[in-house]
């Protein structure tokens, strides 16, 4: 256990609040970007390419030029200067590294090729529609089978080793030696992409679907080559993002580049066709896994050899061996990766990237390979447990896994499993076989750097500032909580300003960091709020408190108070403020990166948890589906467990698409993502969501900071698909290790009821 | 979307003469219209609004049957009490399909008129696609064919038949009801539709400007009902494989029966063997097998769909076990 300071809150932070944004949601008034309306607004409609790979020989834009309301066709040729990102040096990360329409050249299917703007999105759609382009194909390449060798150009990376895999596998007595697989998968956010791009030369004010409005500040800074204090951009509210909207997509680069060109505010939407094409995707990855044990199931080698998709012009390595390293104790141990390209979009980070493609195939050869044991998967778990990260020495911060294990098995009533494949029947229903499954779960924890403002008004609010956003995690919920928990002023007198590059410069929400970033940020700025107040207190010529020494002086309960008494006795803060005619007490704080604390540099910090999934098969009509899941999580303090509880809920829903649906198509004969709707590619519904319970290991994490937050957007993920497909193979017999798990492969089982 | 003209007529013979003209299309919950003419598979120059035409009516026939408008709207017809009670295997498949949001704008007429979710068809960047443009070929033969039709296809189109509540009404032996430019007439639902063929883009017998005006449905041989939908996902998904049963069981055996399967065919696909081989016989697992059989016995799979062959067994023999138990 590290020795470091942690603080104790008051009971507001680890409350069940629910999100201060929710009423501005359910009532339709919260302002996403493409709510956003100007006079003179005109709108973007994009072309996109109908082959995988080519040229373009030609476009014919007459017809569409002629259509009424049409302003303006932009091509290659016309798109005006649009850059490319200088190599290191800048604090900015894209996406596509291609600038929109840079050349003739297409790499992918639904790569843009063009775009209308014409005065309404119908005249804009059925122009867009009119224009031809004629293309020189050429070959592509598509396949899933990912065995491309390694080049010159695509190295075999080896990313972590110890003592000898290769020779302690092949001795070994018990072992496996199975290839896993994850296909593409599209985010699917409900609200698509947009930018809404207003052009003030020599300012652009960008409304954005954005996970990061500094980042994205920056990046297009840089791509519309001009000074970043000429790009402002704002997100106030997000539809979510899953990792999608971390980084700008060209669609951005387009809506600002029309809006310059016409200097007439310019909306382009992606529709849902184009967020599985030119909006990024998680790769699909193909896992070597060859793990080896003694006979009494203490871990002998690992050896995990990756390979991800990436496109042509980027490369995007989707890191799954996050945890290979370190969840578990074994001596040997070797981890390699490589990327192969393909003809598709460029990849980008979902929800827990690499993590949890990676702990699928770590998962499911521990499954495995307890199962040639003949060991309980818990137990086996159990038995390589580590308190030691292995890969650099270090112990963890705080790492809980037995415990989210032992909880786990409790709750859901794991004793009660019967290990024979197929003995389990649901009671009350013959028909029905359940199948119980588990797996741990790993993300990785840390924080960046950060500043905030927080300001108490003479009238007695908190203003509390950040060039953060909320992705509809609730981040507006936690900023007010802390506050709140600093002062005492109540949450609904605290008002949270983030979504916007103008304010002091906030994460990205993205790793599960944002929360573990903001909060020392938030609290030293409203400590620094708070000795203004107090000076105010000590210096203005009515104050009761006149002549005292600040340091004499406290505040609490929303009142500057002497010390040594109880804060009824004391001042309400505004008014202190408004004998002294001061508007407000103003505080900065910010973060610095975690790893830039010499302390914080000695541990290993990680969040882990335990996933415990039953499935119901119906082999006469072969019916598969979630039943009950249990997820145990160890994240550190939880700030608000309501939101907390969100987020691993989501997630779990999530990982029964992963696990049983989802897999975007790009189809051998042209190339094209062909099930791009809702309709075919399948994302759970409500009635495919179980029951699902949600335990914490709540054990704050002092290296986080004083809060001792971790963060919990990706962790819930990590973990559900190879317990899925665990108990998929105790109900039916059946090993799925390509997802998602398809009835087909289910319906060769011989188990019966 | 292209531009097309736009009537709203008052009446059905308005509105049959109003539809007469090439490219016209009558537009009723537009659940399936709309989005082909977003995605410029559907390009009609004008279309026919039929929604404010009295045929939103359910009413109850003499000879016990039921007359269903063809503008009575799916959830409607799902929640009517008759329909509940004496056609439950048309309730559970109304309920089984789309959701609650499209159920109150989709149509009954519409829904008989609903066109494949072959994703070939529905993207015309997507290849060639007989139904879509005749003659150009078909894409789904040796493309992306995990849902895809086993039976009635041809060399020139696999698509399937997308609709629950056409199968429900093939097993409920509907009459569907039609007026045109040269008249009105009916056609049993088994009529009503078209085998791909050569000719893909023809579904059904409807001549142009002709417009359904109901459905009736007569009296059910029984009240022994079952209408069971096996899809990947428990809901908002097409029939991977589905059935309706109507079985009238006596003495533990089967008097009569009707069985049509969704998801497999390039239309409602009605059973007529595997009924032949259960009438009179037992409703037992082993007769239950064997009709699953016989109505699988024409099936030709694709590279990606031959498990919907033991689906579609297994889907009607479970629906048989439900309904006769």
């Not at chain 1, 949270?496 to 906030?506: T, Y």
């Not at chain 1, 190879?722 to 009835?743: D, K, N, Q, S, W």
């Not at chain 2, 070929?137 to 009635?152: P, Q, Y």
């Not at chain 2, 696999?158 to 009801?177: K, N």
Request: hydrophobic share 40%; glycine share 8%; with cysteine.
């Amino acid at each position: 256990m590290p020795d470091a300071a942690l603080y104790t809150p008051t009971a507001i932070i680890g409350s069940e609040l629910p999100r201060i944004d929710g009423p501005l949601k359910t009532s339709g008034t919260a302002m996403y970007a493409a709510d956003y309306h100007f006079p003179h607004l005109v709108h973007g409609v994009p072309v996109t390419s109908t082959v995988a790979a080519g040229k373009i020989r030609s476009i014919d834009t007459s017809a569409a030029e002629k259509m009424p309301g049409v302003l303006l066709v932009i091509t290659h040729d016309n798109v005006g200067p649009l850059f490319r990102m200088a190599p290191g040096g800048h604090d900015g990360r894209t996406s596509e590294s291609r600038p929109p329409l840079e050349d003739d050249i297409v790499r992918y299917w639904g790569q843009y090729v063009a775009m209308v703007v014409a005065e309404t999105i119908e005249q804009a759609q059925i122009a867009a529609h009119a224009i031809k382009v004629d293309y020189d194909p050429s070959s592509f390449n598509v396949s899933k089978v990912l065995d491309d060798s390694p080049t010159e150009e695509l190295p075999l990376h080896t990313e972590s080793k110890r003592g000898d895999a290769i020779s302690a596998f092949a001795s070994a007595p018990v072992k496996i030696d199975q290839t896993y697989v994850t296909p593409a998968e599209t985010h699917n956010p409900m609200e698509m992409h947009a930018t809404v791009a207003v052009w003030n030369n020599p300012k652009f004010t960008l409304y954005e679907t954005t996970q990061g409005v500094m980042n994205h500040q920056h990046v297009m800074a840089e791509t519309l080559g001009v000074p970043r204090e000429n790009i402002q951009v704002i997100t106030r509210f997000l539809g979510s993002g899953f990792g999608g909207k971390l980084f700008p997509w060209p669609h951005s680069a387009l809506a600002a580049a029309a809006a310059r060109q016409l200097n007439r505010p310019v909306k382009v939407s992606t529709n849902r066709q184009m967020m599985f094409q030119n909006v990024g995707h998680r790769p699909r990855t193909q896992q070597h896994m060859q793990f080896s044990a003694t006979p009494d199931g203490k871990l002998v080698s690992l050896r995990h050899d990756y390979r991800n998709h990436t496109n042509l012009g980027d490369d995007i390595h989707e890191n799954c061996g996050e945890a290979t390293p370190f969840i578990y104790s074994v001596p040997n141990l070797l981890l390699t990766s490589a990327l192969v390209r393909r003809n598709v979009g460029t990849p980008t980070p979902m929800r827990g990237p690499g993590a949890v493609p990676g702990l699928f195939a770590v998962e499911s050869a521990m499954d495995e390979l307890a199962i040639a044991l003949k060991m309980d998967p818990v137990e086996f778990r159990l038995k390589n447990d580590t308190l030691t990260d292995e890969s650099n020495g270090k112990p963890f911060s705080s790492r809980h896994l037995k415990e989210c294990l032992q909880l786990g098995s409790e709750k859901f009533g794991w004793s009660k499993r019967n290990p024979k494949v197929g003995s389990m029947c649901k009671p009350g229903d013959p028909d029905v076989i359940l199948g119980w499954g588990v797996a741990a779960a790993s993300w990785g924890a840390g924080h960046g750097p950060c500043q905030a403002s927080v300001a108490l008004l003479n009238d007695g609010t908190a203003r509390v500032s950040c060039g953060t956003q909320d992705v509809g995690t609730g981040t507006y919920t936690i900023f007010a909580q802390i506050v709140s928990d600093r002062t005492g002023i109540p949450i609904d007198k605290v008002r949270v300003v983030i979504g916007d590059s103008a304010l002091p410069p906030g994460p990205t929400s993205g790793g599960s960091t944002c929360t573990a970033t903001v909060l020392p940020a938030i609290a030293e700025a409203t400590d620094n709020a708070i000795k203004v107040a107090l000076a105010t207190a000590a210096t203005a010529k009515d104050s009761p408190f006149h002549g005292k020494k600040p340091d004499g002086l406290a505040f609490h309960e929303a009142r500057v108070h002497l010390e040594d008494r109880p804060a009824s006795t004391g001042t309400p803060y505004q008014q202190l403020l408004k004998m002294a005619n001061i508007d407000a007490a103003n505080g900065e704080g910010s973060t610095s990166a975690l790893n830039s604390n010499p302390e914080a540099r000695k541990y290993s910090t990680h969040s882990f948890g335990a996933q415990f999934i039953e499935v119901e098969w119906d082999p006469g009509i072969a019916r598969l589906r979630v039943s009950r899941v249990v997820s145990v999580i160890d994240g550190g303090r939880m700030i608000n467990k309501k939101t907390a509880e969100n987020q691993i809920l989501g997630a779990v829903v999530m990982g029964i698409g992963m696990g049983m649906l989802e897999e975007t198509i790009y189809t051998p004969k042209t190339g094209q993502p062909l099930n791009s709707n809702y309709a075919d590619y399948m994302v759970p519904t409500h009635a495919d969501s179980p029951s699902i319970e949600v335990h914490f290991i709540e054990y704050p994490d002092p290296i986080l900071g004083e809060y001792g937050a971790r963060g919990i957007g990706e962790i819930g993920l990590a973990g559900v698909a190879p317990a899925i497909t665990a108990a998929v193979y105790h109900a039916t017999g059946v090993r799925v290790r390509e997802l998602p798990v398809r009835i087909e492969r289910l319906m060769q089982s011989t188990v019966q009821v | 979307m292209n531009q097309f003209n736009y009537l709203h007529p008052a009446s059905t013979d308005q509105a049959v003469s109003s539809a007469s003209s090439d490219g016209s299309k009558f537009i009723a919950g537009g659940t399936t219209l709309v989005d082909l003419m977003k995605l410029y598979v559907e390009n009609p120059s004008t279309l026919v609004d039929v929604n404010d035409l009295p045929l939103a009516q359910v009413e109850s026939l003499p000879n016990g049957g039921l007359r269903v408008g063809a503008m009575v709207r799916n959830s409607d017809l799902a929640f009517h009490p008759t329909v509940k009670e004496k056609y439950a295997v048309l309730s559970e498949a109304l309920l089984s399909g789309a959701s609650p949001q499209l159920r109150n704008m989709a149509t009954t007429g519409g829904n008989l008129l609903q066109r494949t979710r072959c994703p070939y068809f529905r993207d015309v960047t997507a290849g060639p696609c007989n139904k879509r443009n005749p003659g150009t070929g078909c894409s789904a033969i040796d493309g992306f064919n995990r849902t895809m039709a086993i039976l009635g296809t041809s060399d020139h189109c696999i698509a399937t038949h997308p609709s629950d509540m056409d199968v429900a009404m093939t097993a409920l032996e509907a009459l569907i009801f039609i007026e045109g430019p040269k008249g009105k007439r009916s056609v049993p639902i088994n009529d009503f539709y078209k085998l791909p063929g050569d000719t893909p883009h023809i579904e059904n017998v409807l001549e142009p400007g002709e417009l359904i005006t109901h459905v009736e449905i007569p009296p059910a041989i029984s009240t022994k009902q079952h209408y069971l939908k096996l899809r990947d996902r428990a809901s908002y998904e097409f029939a991977l494989a589905s059935a309706a049963v109507v079985a009238r069981v006596e003495g533990g055996h089967i008097h009569s029966v009707r069985i049509a399967m969704g998801g497999v065919g390039t239309r409602p696909w009605r059973a007529h063997e595997a009924e032949a081989v259960l009438t009179g016989k037992p409703a037992t697992p082993a007769h239950f097998q064997a009709a699953a059989e016989a109505a699988l016995r024409g099936a030709k799979p694709h590279t990606e769909n031959a498990f919907k062959v033991e689906l579609a067994k297994r889907c009607v023999i479970r629906a048989l076990k439900v309904a006769t138990a």
